[in-house]
């Protein structure tokens, strides 16, 4: 079955650029979606089509997929930025779901 | 604006079977734009995919839990449904329903999710 590696933890100071990667075979050829958590809440969709922002997306997110890799970028990050994030793409019809990645803005 | 809301047993026996209920408000389950789908996040685990079911009633299942899970719709209710098999303490999670948007479009609206527990 197809798998999505992302890096367990990533740490970002206040202002500085925080990129999340999501590793898997040719998903670049797919597309990737990110996913925001922050505790006790349901997942928000802040990236699809690997590089489009739904409504209401602060600006400073970006996405992008080339190769086995895609990245979520989180330009000026702020403390609300601090949160778990999700990958994910599609396989043979059904999602996939990385690991997760817990942002920390310190 | 679109609402999917979880409901069903918060309590399920180990080797019992977990069963679960999203109904949708604010459009239609027969869109054919969208699947509907389930999702469950273990405490402090990530997100994994159970299955999603389209109008058609044609479905999709994660290969890992294929053969303890059935998706349903009911278009006259605009509900869709969860039933999953011989449960044990590890499918013991926050269990999401939500509406998946056409490849590539990503999950775009979630339910505020149900917590199951297999006990005894």
């Given amino acids: 079955s197809y798998e999505l590696t992302q890096p367990p933890s990533v740490s970002v100071s206040p202002g500085l650029t925080a990129s999340i ?86 | 604006q679109l609402q999917v809301q979880e409901s069903g047993p918060g309590l399920v026996k180990p080797s019992e079977t977990l069963s679960l209920t999203c109904s949708v408000s604010g459009g239609s389950i027969s869109s054919s734009s969208h699947h509907w789908g389930w999702i469950r996040q273990p405490p402090g685990k990530g997100l994994e995919w159970i299955g999603s079911i389209y109008y058609t009633e044609k479905t999709y299942y994660n290969p890992s839990l294929n053969s303890r899970v059935t998706i349903s719709i009911d278009t006259s209710k605009n509900q869709f449904s969860l039933k999953l098999t011989s449960v044990t303490v590890a499918d013991r999670a926050v269990y999401f329903c939500a509406r998946v948007a056409m490849v590539g479009l990503g999950v775009d609206y979630w339910g505020r999710g149900a917590l199951v527990t297999v006990s005894s």
């Fill in chain 1, 21 to 106: 990667t999501c590793s898997g075979h040719k998903l670049g050829d797919k597309y990737t979606c990110w996913y925001q958590q922050k505790p006790g809440q349901s997942p928000l969709l802040v990236m699809y089509q690997d590089t489009k922002r739904p409504s209401g997306i602060p600006e400073r997110f970006s996405g992008s997929s080339s190769g086995n890799t895609a990245t979520l970028t989180i330009s000026g990050t702020q403390a609300m930025d601090e949160a778990d994030y999700y990958c994910q793409a599609w396989d043979s019809g059904s999602v996939v779901f990385g690991g997760g990645t817990k942002l920390t803005v310190l």
